[in-house]
């Protein structure tokens, strides 16, 4: 009986290092601290996945636009304005995941879902916003006297830069640059964005690359671009500016209603 009563104790009792394999970290300290910091970091890590989502979300849907409907009427992407976008997107992603979590713990508690209201309304209006100024954009600049005329579409035929690429181009380039500066959550549960200066350097050269190619005084070549006519220039300017505070302005808005 002694024996089997010792068999018994030895294989309830709990041995070193248990606690280690059941949770995946563990804390020395008897104090409360690894429990904030623990919390901190959830919810950073919590508010930066949500971020990303919207942001893919909104990249995704402009340029699903961009290479089925205007695809149609002709217009597409060269190869070098496609890997600029693609290289800048990837780094600004990369400066996202790396923010950092405020010490001061909030007493406002981050949203859950995606699906949550907050975010769902942010997302559709956002991309009205982003339809409406590409569907005026592209009409602008595809009324343009100094547009060819273009009657019978090839779809196969192979890259030529036009005014209507170059409008279409700058505008949803300039639209996933917006996605970034406007969704990006920030405070009270990961650092602002003017603290993370990786990512405002990085999304403030991509815009002023952008509006320098609108105004002509980049060569267009750079980017598989033409000049734009004066008039065009201030439409398409225009609608960049209109567009990223309009986004700003209506995400901001969700904030404080939800």
Request: glycine letters at 6%.
């Given at each position: ?19 280690s394999i ?10 409360i ?22 942001m ?6 402009v ?5 089925s ?16 976008m ?19 713990l ?5 949203q ?5 209201r ?8 956002q991309?009205?916003?982003?339809l ?8 602008a ?9 273009v ?5 196969d035929a ?12 700058l505008?949803?380039?300039n ?5 970034f500066?406007?969704n990006y ?24 690359v ?34 990223a ?13 939800f």
């Open positions: 009986a002694t024996s089997l009563m010792d068999a018994l104790e030895d294989t309830t009792l709990v041995q070193l290092g248990d606690a059941a949770s995946p970290f563990t804390a020395k300290s008897d104090q601290p690894p429990l904030l910091d623990l919390v901190r970091q959830g919810r950073c890590t919590l508010v930066t996945t949500l971020q990303m989502y919207m893919l979300a909104l990249n995704c849907l340029t699903a636009y961009s290479l409907v205007l695809y149609v009427d002709g217009v597409r992407m060269g190869d070098t304005q496609m890997t600029v693609g290289i800048c997107i990837a780094m600004c992603f990369f400066f996202i995941s790396r923010a950092k979590p405020v010490q001061e909030s007493s406002e508690r981050p859950s879902s995606i699906f949550a907050r975010f769902l309304l942010s997302l559709l209006g991309f009205a916003l982003h409406s100024a590409l569907v005026f954009v592209h009409g600049a595809a009324a343009h006297p100094t547009a060819p005329l009657e019978n579409v090839d779809l192979p890259f030529e830069a036009g005014l209507v690429n170059t409008a279409v181009f505008l949803s380039a639209m996933q640059i917006a996605n500066a406007v959550q920030g405070r009270p549960f990961m650092e602002g964005i003017t603290e993370n200066r990786p990512l405002v350097v990085a999304l403030g050269a991509c815009a002023a952008l509006y320098l190619s609108a105004a002509n005084l980049i060569p267009p070549d750079l980017l598989e671009l033409v000049a734009l006519p004066n008039d065009l220039q201030l439409t398409v300017m225009g609608a960049m500016a209109a567009d505070v309009g986004c700003l302005v209506w995400d901001r808005l969700m904030r404080l209603l």
